[in-house]
């Protein structure tokens, strides 16, 4: 059974750092794509960034310069790193896991607040 376990959420001040981490429970390697997305109260899920098997990478222009993914196959771990938060970054953050382009997983989520 594929599971998805986020952490790393919480309170941070506008400016500051985050960083999330995605543990899977089978290696990162067998994933097509791995990505973070987050939802806002009363707004649907959108895309934040997305790392697909060879490396490549693509952010919401929202974040772009701010936020960095990243994965570690020997850990089967994904990572999130955000800086300069805005108060519009506040929101559940997911992680998103695609295997064989086609089977979608979806961990719990962990929030993330923005104090202004």
């Known amino acids: 059974q594929v599971q998805l376990v986020e952490s790393g959420g919480g309170l941070v001040q506008t400016g500051g750092s985050l960083t999330l981490s995605c543990v899977a429970s089978v290696g990162t390697i067998t994933f097509s794509a791995m990505g973070w997305y987050r939802q806002a109260p009363g707004k649907e899920r959108e895309l934040v960034a997305n790392i697909n098997s060879g490396g490549p990478t693509e952010y919401a222009d929202s974040v772009k310069g701010r936020f960095t993914i990243s994965k570690d196959n020997a850990k089967n771990t994904v990572y999130l790193q955000m800086n300069s938060v805005k108060p519009e970054d506040t929101g559940v953050y997911y992680c998103?896991?695609?295997?064989?382009?086609?089977?979608?997983?979806w961990g719990q989520g962990t929030q993330v607040t923005v104090s202004s």
């Open positions: 998103k896991g695609v295997r064989g382009w086609m089977y979608d997983y």
